[in-house]
């Protein structure tokens, strides 16, 4: 009858919900995974290029610091900071001074009005581009096209024009440390740049994930660190 209807019509809806609710649970798991492996990957990068755990943790610690201060993505920045270590090595410069190369890049990329995606990209693209030990062609491009401030600040520390900068960068002559030397150069013109700039909500938003990234990475670094989190869920 129309009561036997109903009651199996609010089982199925309660079965529903609880299938729903399994979902979203799976789904949050997943995604505390990932944020987890995350961080498992960039602290992975910044223990390649030092020497001990204690000079991981204090990269780590300077990487935090530029991201939130800089408003970028935290994974990006650390890649960032493992190339310009791996590009300065000649110059031994310490992991204050690569800090420092990584914050004026990001500012100068905010001064440029890139967003989330693009900036990424071109902290990608400037890291290859130390990484390979010279500027030019696709990173170049990219570079010149996300980022105006970096490269207007560029040809100014280096006393050409523009113009005069793709041709350098046509004929190699942007190395790595010339790169490392001008963005030092550039700090306090895309320093006060920087300052003028407002932080919009997408910015909050990367600062937010980055706050959990690196939260839900040391939880997960602990032992049984995963499993504790997911059974909380669960």
Do not use: P
């Amino acid at each position: 009858g129309l009561s036997g209807t109903t009651a199996n019509t609010t089982t199925s809806v309660k079965g529903l919900a609880g299938a729903f609710q399994a979902f979203i649970a799976i789904g949050a798991v997943r995604e505390i995974v990932q944020l987890v492996d995350e961080f498992t990957t960039l602290n992975n990068r910044l223990k390649a290029v030092t020497n001990s755990e204690k000079e991981a943790a204090s990269a780590l610690k300077l990487v935090q610091q530029v991201a939130s201060e800089t408003r970028s993505d935290l994974s990006s920045v650390a890649g960032l900071f493992a190339d310009i270590t791996i590009a300065s090595e000649e110059l031994g410069l310490s992991q204050e001074r690569v800090a420092g190369v990584a914050k004026v890049f990001s500012q100068s990329l905010k001064v440029s009005g890139a967003d989330a995606g693009t900036a990424a990209g071109a902290i990608r693209q400037f890291g290859q581009a130390l990484a390979s030990g010279v500027l030019r062609g696709d990173e170049f491009n990219s570079i010149n096209e996300a980022n105006s401030k970096f490269m207007g600040e560029l040809a100014k520390a280096l006393g050409v024009t523009r113009g005069e900068l793709r041709l350098m960068a046509e004929q190699g002559e942007i190395t790595a440390d010339i790169m490392i030397m001008a963005t030092e150069k550039m700090a306090d013109n895309v320093e006060e740049a920087f300052g003028k700039t407002v932080g919009t909500i997408g910015d909050s938003f990367t600062n937010l994930r980055n706050a959990i990234v690196g939260t839900l990475g040391e939880i997960g670094e602990t032992s049984g660190g995963v499993g504790a989190l997911t059974e909380a869920i669960d």
